[in-house]
Nanobody, 125 residues
Framework: QVQLVESGGDSVQAGGSLRLSCEVS????????MGWFRQAPGKAREGVAT???????SYADSVKGRFTISRDSAKNALYLQMNNLKPEDTAMYYC???????????????????WGQGTQVTVSS
């Protein structure tokens, strides 16, 4: 069983930076995706950044150039470095992981089976 625990959310001013962390317990064998998603009040959940087991990354257009997803296999952790934050980045951020994959579709289009409880990011103008 895979369990995910996020941390690092905070309230910051526009232009600031935050680093979200996701502690992963359990293992996913083979090919898989992990990612960060967010949901603002009254809006649908959206994919922010993903990373494939191969290391390939993908980003939503709204965060390209500002956010960076990374992982530390030794620490079994996933990170999201967020720079130049904007008020529209305000949301609950979730870490998620897929089960083993048997297709080559992009990580942003995959079905995620494991989810953390979320960490709140609030950006004020």
């Amino acid at each position: 069983q895979v369990q995910l625990v996020e941390s690092g959310g905070d309230s910051v001013q526009a232009g600031g930076s935050l680093r979200l962390s996701c502690e992963v317990s359990g293992y996913i064998y083979g090919t898989y995706c992990m990612g960060w998603f967010r949901q603002a009040p009254g809006k649908a959940r959206e994919g922010v950044a993903t990373i494939r087991s191969s290391g390939a990354t993908s980003y939503a257009d709204s965060v390209k150039g500002r956010f960076t997803i990374s992982r530390d296999s030794a620490k079994n952790a996933l990170y999201l470095q967020m720079n130049n934050l904007k008020p529209e980045d305000t949301a609950m951020y979730y870490c998620a992981a897929t089960r083993p994959l048997y297709n080559t579709a992009s990580c942003l289009s995959q079905t995620y089976s494991y989810w953390g409880q979320g960490t709140q990011v609030t950006v004020s103008s």
